[in-house]
């Protein structure tokens, strides 16, 4: 027998519904659950956000990433990467990380998402939204390291120095304990917003997603290499 779960779903993957109007359908049916399910608009914002807000959004934080380059020195140069403490990045550099961070790994997991056996109704479009509401906390993990790491000197003996002893230890403990959780929401927001985006579940979105995120970060980083 087909659960109402099962047919809202269905709706939704082939195109009857949208996904804002397929939630609401879920509040109606069993509205004893909503109350409990509203936490997940945080973790997965693209089964709630519009697709038009969900685009905005994401160009914004894709401009914050350039922004951050540009003024602070802070470099996304790789999918999965987020790195400071060095000077400012040109316009053009800033750009091109951003757009093998967001487009380019979104086009991957599209394509990865269609191998694994996606439903019918996968958009592009969500695949889009997924990735790129996914990097605002690597952004902010980026933000906070650079605000509270330690000035660090050229001798790289001094830096490690600087980094494991006294208050240069403090801080640096300070940094993984605020940045960690940051990063770890980064990669629940990228997996949960891909699994949304492409229906998949059990052990093809396991595969699908390891192997996206793997070839985003290899293929950006070649990218950028061969510039």
């Known amino acids: 027998m087909t659960t109402h779960e099962e047919r809202i779903d269905n709706m939704i993957a082939t195109g009857r519904v949208s996904r804002e109007e397929g939630e609401r359908l879920r509040a109606a049916i069993d509205p004893e659950q909503a109350p409990a399910k509203r936490w997940t608009k945080v973790l997965d914002p693209v089964a709630h956000l519009p697709t038009g807000v969900a685009l905005i959004a994401s160009g914004a934080f894709a401009v914050f990433g350039v922004v951050l380059g540009t003024t602070l020195g802070i470099r996304f140069d790789g999918a999965l990467d987020a790195h400071v403490g060095g000077p400012p990045v040109a316009m053009g550099t800033a750009v091109i990380e951003q757009l093998l961070a967001w487009?380019?790994?979104?086009?991957?997991?599209?394509?990865?998402?269609?191998?694994?056996?996606?439903?019918?109704?996968?958009?592009?479009?969500?695949?889009?939204?997924?990735?790129?509401?996914?990097?605002?906390?690597?952004?902010?993990?980026?933000?906070?390291?650079?605000?509270?790491?330690?000035?660090?000197?050229?001798?790289?003996?001094?830096?490690?120095?600087?980094?494991?002893e006294g208050s240069g230890l403090v801080r640096t403990l300070l940094v993984a304990g605020l940045t960690l959780p940051l990063i770890v929401l980064f990669f629940v927001l990228l997996v949960r917003g891909y699994r949304t985006a492409s229906g998949l579940s059990g052990s093809r979105l396991v595969i699908s997603a390891i192997g996206f995120i793997l070839i985003a970060e290899v293929v950006s980083k070649l990218v950028l290499m061969a510039l």
């Open 103 to 164: 487009p380019l790994m979104a086009a991957i997991a599209y394509a990865a998402a269609r191998l694994a056996g996606a439903k019918s109704g996968t958009r592009p479009v969500d695949m889009l939204s997924a990735v790129g509401l996914a990097r605002l906390p690597l952004a902010l993990s980026g933000v906070l390291s650079l605000l509270l790491m330690p000035k660090l000197p050229a001798d790289p003996d001094a830096a490690i120095k600087a980094l494991t």
